[in-house]
């Protein structure tokens, strides 16, 4: 079930739920994290071009080790 059950499938850059390094810019081509609560366990990487079904339209947050592999941040939501 989405976090959102009115959301729709949305992209990364563009989610409330994607975390990226501190001077890292917004874009298609940057390495984050999904600090989804419910996908924090998978220490999903992925890019800003990404997305899912549990969009949530908003701002992606900064937190340092969020491009590393596996990510080493702690979410900052």
């Not at 390094?21 to 992925?46: H, M, W």
Request: hydrophobic share 30%; charged share 20%.
């Amino acid at each position: 079930m989405p976090t959102n059950p009115d959301s729709t499938w949305g992209l990364c850059m563009n989610c409330q739920w994607w975390q990226i390094e501190p001077k890292a810019a917004i874009a298609e081509e940057t390495v984050g994290f999904c600090i989804d609560e419910n996908l924090q366990p998978y220490r999903l990487s992925i890019t800003g071009s990404g997305g899912c079904n549990r969009f949530m339209k908003g701002t992606p947050v900064h937190g340092e080790g969020s491009s590393r592999q596996p990510p080493t941040a702690k979410p900052m939501r």
